[in-house]
């Protein structure tokens, strides 16, 4: 059964950093691209960042790129979201998700395991 268990979430003033981290069990973690979405009241679930199998190759929303960092250790079956110079606008919930695969995609309907989210709330 694979779960996907995402923490390091919570409120931060403009400006300021989190790092998120997600972790990974029941699947080859290692064989499998991971990615990064998040989904703002009212609004749809949308791609923030993305890794392939080997870390080797990084994907990244025009919105958060120069300012979020995607990475992960397979050794630990773990994917990181280090999140910069943070807005209010970056308020939402934040996911992790798996798709079968060695690359990572950019759209959600690639993805194929959800974790249940963390919350990030910038202030102003």
């Known amino acids: 059964q694979v779960q996907l268990v995402e923490s390091g979430g919570g409120l931060v003033q403009a400006g300021g950093s989190l790092r998120l981290s997600c972790a990974a069990s029941?699947?080859?973690?290692?064989?499998?691209?991971m990615g990064w979405f998040r989904q703002a009241p009212g609004k749809e679930r949308e791609f923030v960042a993305g890794?392939?199998?080997?870390?080797?190759?990084?994907y990244y929303a025009g919105s958060v790129k120069g300012r979020f960092t995607i990475s992960r250790d397979n050794a630990k079956n773990t994917v990181y979201l280090q999140m910069n110079s943070l807005k209010p606008d970056d308020t939402a919930v934040y996911y992790c998700?798996?798709?079968?695969?060695?690359?990572?995609?950019?759209?959600?309907?690639?993805?194929?395991?959800w974790g249940q989210g963390t919350q990030v709330t910038v202030s102003s």
């Open positions: 998700a798996v798709k079968r695969g060695l690359r990572a995609g950019t759209s959600r309907n690639e993805y194929d395991y």
């Open positions: 890794i392939n199998w080997s870390g080797g190759g990084t």
């Open positions: 029941g699947l080859p973690f290692s064989s499998y691209g």
